[in-house]
């Protein structure tokens, strides 16, 4: 069964809920910034089992002390879905373990 997109309106209340994320053109994205290189890698790691465990795989970007992550669903013809959020929400609550702002 095919994932449907999500309304503006919707997306706009989802977001609401995730302090710090937004929408970039046709996808949800955020930024992180973290006390070192070594944390943000493992950050990385920690996001990457998350997303073979949901098999929804965001475009993720490590820098010195940053990860990004811009997600939509390719299934949903480039859409934003309830997968995206699914993912989003996941990140956000090991965020903190990784001392992620």
């Not at 919707?10 to 053109?25: F, N, T």
């Not at 920690?46 to 997600?71: C, F, K, M, P, W």
Request: glycine share 6%; proline share 3%.
């Amino acid at each position: 069964m095919p994932t449907e997109p999500l309304s503006q309106k919707e997306i706009e209340d989802r977001l609401r809920e995730l302090p710090g994320w937004s929408l970039a053109g046709d996808r949800i994205a955020r930024t992180y910034r973290l006390s070192t290189h070594f944390a943000a890698t493992a950050m990385v790691v920690h996001i990457a089992r998350i997303q073979d465990e949901l098999n929804h795989h965001s475009d993720l970007t490590l820098g010195y002390n940053t990860v990004a992550l811009s997600v939509n669903t390719h299934d949903a013809g480039g859409a934003v879905t309830d997968r995206d959020f699914e993912l989003a929400s996941r990140v956000d609550a090991i965020a903190t373990t990784h001392g992620a702002a």
